[in-house]
């Protein structure tokens, strides 16, 4: 059974710091998933990845698939970028299995 | 772009009575899943659909029952709401089967068994 540990769970960041949240997997996958979900708000996808890094404005996304490892990283972090991020990789149902999620909050 | 919707938004029910949650979706997507969404927990699994009429269960299934009779429509039913349900639930739904595929999420419904 694939499990998704994602670290840390709450972090609190100033504007304009670059901040990092990591997401561990103990399945081999083929695809892992990063998602962002504001306060009472939906879930948007943000990154599907299976290789390498993506970029996308301010977020990069990097996985190791040798290290099951993936990183998402925010430049010139914006309290709008306040939200929880979630990571997802495969299930045995051929569904996701989700992280718990990384509140993170920017402070202006 | 809501290519997927769920309603209600908001319920507030109470214990022992049916309630039935419904995400429609206007991509023509074959999957379609049913996750909850709790404190200290990851979005999990309740029910997914493959087609229509065609169903499965998922992590936490118990309690809950689905019906897909329409492409663009899947149904999560409480037979008879418990505590213990009160949840926000995320409807999902994606082309194909698997983490290789994008999924799009529907806004999510925060049911409160009272």
């Known amino acids: 059974k694939n499990e998704v540990e994602q670290s840390p769970q709450n972090l609190t960041a100033q504007e304009g710091e670059f901040i990092t949240i990591n997401c561990s997997y103990s399945v081999g996958i083929s695809a892992l998933h990063w998602l962002q979900q504001h306060p009472g708000g939906g879930i948007v996808s943000l990154f599907m990845l299976s290789s390498g890094k993506k970029k996308h404005g301010r977020l990069i996304a990097t996985i190791n698939i040798q290290e099951k490892h993936s990183s998402l990283h925010i430049t010139a972090s914006h309290p709008r970028d306040s939200a929880v991020y979630i990571c997802a990789s495969g299930g045995s149902q051929g569904n996701l299995i989700f992280g718990k999620g990384t509140k993170l909050s920017v402070k202006p | 772009d809501a290519g997927i919707t769920q309603s209600p938004r908001h319920k507030v029910t109470e214990t022992g009575t049916p309630v039935t949650l419904r995400c429609h979706q206007t991509e023509n997507h074959r999957y379609m899943y049913w996750y909850r969404q709790d404190p200290g927990h990851g979005l999990r699994l309740i029910h997914y659909?493959?087609?229509?009429?065609?169903?499965d269960k998922g992590e936490v299934s118990d309690g809950y029952s689905v019906s897909r009779s329409k492409t663009e429509d899947f149904l999560l039913t409480l037979e008879s709401a418990t505590s213990s349900q009160t949840s926000v639930y995320f409807c999902?739904?994606?082309?194909?089967?698997?983490?290789?595929?994008?999924?799009?999420f529907g806004s999510g419904t925060r049911l409160t068994v009272v």
């Open positions: 999902a739904i994606s082309s194909q089967r698997g983490q290789s595929y994008g999924y799009t």
């Open positions: 659909s493959y087609g229509v009429k065609d169903t």
